[in-house]
């Protein structure tokens, strides 16, 4: 099957670093790529939806300036926590849409996750 | 607004028994539905995808049932395993709201040796 790849897996920063987190699909090209956040016993809520190409489209309350997302290419999109503050620890969750085809049919990949720690 | 909901919330069973997680949705508007498990500090695994067009489908000891006239989705786990101790979570894909994937928050399975 498809597989999506993140790394890191886990990473711990200070307060105030900026910390990017890469997102890869790496035997399918992912015209659209999703991150989410899931917090301690809740579930994965979209954050933005990553376009190769194109602007990212973020959801209600999520600022963009503070979680800057690059889709560079069909395999690679990358979401960086600037200024990371402790509220910002959290599971990062990728997942990818293959490219072409039927795409409201299709399945999303998902990503192993990276945990992010702000202390 | 599309708000998907699951009970229960949490479950513990024997193992070997049957079992059934159910999903609710409040927005029939949908493209397909998706069970995922998730082991815990994990990512997740598709475990079924059901198209708005098919009323179930079927892997191994898992059935998913969709009626989305009613917004009603169940996942049937038969003789179940400690193996299957995880959350598990249902997805549905919208077609109002820019065609976003909405999560339910989830049923943590217990299955007890």
């Known amino acids: 099957g498809a597989v999506v790849s993140q790394h890191p897996s886990r990473v711990i920063c200070k307060s105030g670093t900026s910390v990017k987190i890469e997102c890869r699909s790496l035997?399918?090209?992912?015209?659209?790529m999703f991150w989410y956040r899931q917090f301690p016993k809740q579930s994965l809520m979209l954050m933005a939806t990553s376009n190769e190409g194109s602007k990212a489209t973020y959801e209600q309350g999520v600022e963009k300036d503070k979680f800057l997302i690059n889709h560079a290419s069909l395999t690679l999109s990358t979401l960086t926590v600037t200024s990371a503050h402790p509220e910002d620890s959290s599971f990062y969750i990728c997942?990818?849409?293959?490219?072409?085809?039927?795409?409201?049919?299709?399945?999303?990949?998902f990503g192993p996750g990276t945990r992010l720690l702000v202390l | 607004k599309q708000e998907v909901t699951q009970i229960p919330a949490a479950l513990s069973v024997p193992e070997g028994e049957n079992l059934v997680l159910n999903c609710s949705f409040t927005d029939s508007a949908i493209y397909n539905l998706q069970w995922f498990r998730q082991d815990p500090g994990k990512g997740l695994t598709s475990l079924l995808l059901i198209q708005s067009s098919q009323r179930e489908q079927t892997s191994g000891r898992l059935n998913a049932s969709l009626d989305k006239s009613s917004g009603r989705s169940t996942l049937y786990i038969a003789a179940s395993q400690p193996g299957d101790s995880a959350t598990y979570l249902c997805?549905?894909?919208?077609?109002?709201?820019?065609?976003?994937?909405?999560f339910g928050p989830g049923t943590s399975l217990s299955v007890i040796p």
């Open positions: 997805a549905v894909r919208t077609k109002t709201s820019y065609d976003k994937v909405i």
């Open positions: 997942s990818a849409e293959l490219a072409g085809g039927h795409r409201y049919q299709e399945t999303q990949y």
């Open positions: 035997d399918f090209q992912a015209t659209t």
